[in-house]
């Protein structure tokens, strides 16, 4: 098994441009989420999902959408990108949610100019 | 919602001490206290994690307790090694809302050799 997968691993934005950051797991989770974590800070949740079709906001969801068409995959979407956004990407999965290990992706570092 | 709070921000200790990171929570309904390791530039990774109906929880040079009734949770690492240097981060997770993970705000762990 693969794991969690995350790409790209780096991108340089530009303010006002948009991307997909792609997040594929191989092994059945139920369970996906979205993290960032800003230099030097632990980590915010930004979504979830707990399933396909369905997905709910975490600590920090403001500029940033999802979706979850499929069990293995959970894109985070970034519309008009701002400094502020600038942070390394973790996805991570778990299988039933409460009470189990969450296995974190590679990360994506994302710069906004 | 639930607060994660870590301390200390920094810990330097000398090759062959203990270390002790405590951590303490907010919400009574947390059931769930896992422990990640995040080497730099590295994905974080579990290392151990305990659950509310236990108080304590080891696996070798490494433990961790819980008091339910202070709402707090310690890592103990016995024996420290140069690789034991990296930030660790604990978390709280609240049963039945989807796993959600919240992270405190990490400890940088450097052990002299």
């Known amino acids: 098994n693969a794991g969690v997968t995350q790409t790209p691993k780096f991108r340089i934005l530009k303010i006002g441009q948009s991307m997909t950051l792609q997040c594929a797991q191989d092994?059945?989770?139920?369970?996906m989420y979205w993290y960032r974590q800003d230099p030097g800070m632990g980590l915010k949740l930004i979504y979830y999902?707990?399933?396909?079709?369905?997905?709910d906001k975490g600590e920090v969801p403001n500029g940033y959408n999802v979706s979850r068409s499929t069990t293995e995959d959970f894109p985070l979407r970034l519309e008009l990108a701002a400094p502020s956004q600038t942070s390394v990407y973790f996805c991570?999965?778990?299988?039933?949610?409460?009470?189990?290990?969450?296995?974190f992706g590679p990360g994506t570092r994302l710069l906004v100019l | 919602g639930e607060n994660v709070e870590q301390h200390p921000s920094t810990l330097s200790v000398q090759e062959g001490d203990s270390a002790v990171i405590k951590c303490t929570y907010s919400d009574s309904a947390s059931n769930y206290f896992p422990w990640y390791k995040q080497e730099l530039g590295k994905r974080p990774q579990l290392i151990i994690d305990i659950r509310s109906n236990v108080g304590e929880k080891k696996d070798q040079r490494i433990a961790v307790t819980l008091n339910k009734t202070a709402k707090h949770f310690s890592l103990h690492i016995t024996e420290t090694q140069p690789e034991d240097s990296a930030v660790y981060f604990c978390?709280?997770?609240?049963?039945?809302?989807?796993?959600?993970?919240?992270f405190g705000q990490g400890t940088e762990l450097s052990v002299k050799p």
């Open positions: 991570a999965s778990s299988y039933r949610g409460s009470v189990e290990t969450q296995y």
């Open positions: 978390a709280a997770s609240i049963n039945n809302q989807g796993g959600k993970l919240i």
């Open positions: 092994m059945n989770h139920n369970y």
């Open positions: 999902s707990v399933g396909a079709g369905i997905t």
